[in-house]
């Protein structure tokens, strides 16, 4: 149990794309689910928490109207890179929290802008 | 200021001896303790957690890790290595303080080797 999946697991795009990033709880539903970015080498950096229904909560540095998210249901939340650059290559991982405390997280994305 | 350490970037040993990678916190309030581990170019596993109860915790794969409250430790052991234990692992903690927003270390890269 307890399964998210990404899509699409990698995407090439040229610089001034947007690029839409999936994530889903197959298994569970998931009313709060979580954005990461992880450059080579180093742990998480959490970009922000998206909670059903309401407006995403994005950390201190992230640009809001250049990471879109949306949590339309309990087991959709999407991102969206708009007007992508180069700068934004990058592995970006989401999670769902599942029994109130657990984060499980999907396979990653790995976003090349040319 | 809330904190989560893993004192070693690498961690070598032999297959077949037993492994450690250690974890230390500093959260406000009663903390929940991930490890979760990382395969090249994947998302995150969950192997185990402490919320409460006894302080050794067992999780997938074989590994296990005991919660010190004195020392505010969480290390991740295994009795006996396997190489396909080889990967990056990460230890995660959070509090009610920090909203549920888990607080991430550097990780420590396993190597086993044969």
């Known amino acids: 149990g307890a399964v998210v999946s990404q899509h699409p697991s990698w995407v090439i795009c040229k610089s001034g794309t947007s690029v839409k990033i999936e994530c889903r709880s197959l298994d569970f539903q998931a009313t709060t689910m979580f954005w990461y970015r992880q450059f080579p080498k180093q742990s998480l950096m959490l970009m922000a928490t998206?909670?059903?229904?309401?407006?995403?909560?994005?950390e201190q540095g992230v640009e809001k109207d250049k990471f879109l998210i949306n949590h339309a249901s309990l087991t959709l939340s999407t991102l969206t890179v708009t007007s992508a650059h180069p700068e934004d290559s990058s592995f970006y991982i989401c999670?769902?929290?599942?029994?109130?405390?657990?984060?499980?997280f999907g396979p990653g994305t790995r976003l090349t802008v040319l | 200021a809330q904190s989560v350490a893993q004192p070693e970037d690498q961690v070598n040993v032999a297959e077949g001896n037993p492994l450690t990678v250690k974890c230390t916190y500093s959260?406000?309030?009663?903390?929940?303790l991930f490890w979760y581990v990382q395969y090249p170019n994947r998302g995150l596993q969950f192997l185990l957690k402490y919320i409460t109860g006894d302080n050794l915790v067992k999780g997938s794969y074989g590994f296990e890790a005991e919660f010190n409250k004195s020392q505010t430790s969480f290390h991740l052991k295994k009795p006996s290595a396997l190489v396909s234990d080889s990967a990056l692992y990460f230890c995660?903690?959070?509090?009610?303080?920090?909203?549920?927003?888990?607080?991430w270390g550097a990780g420590t890269k396993l190597i086993i080797k044969p």
């Open positions: 998206s909670n059903e229904g309401s407006k995403a909560t994005y």
């Open positions: 995660a903690v959070f509090s009610r303080d920090s909203n549920y927003q888990l607080i």
């Open positions: 999670s769902a929290l599942a029994g109130g405390d657990t984060q499980y």
């Open positions: 959260v406000s309030g009663n903390p929940y």
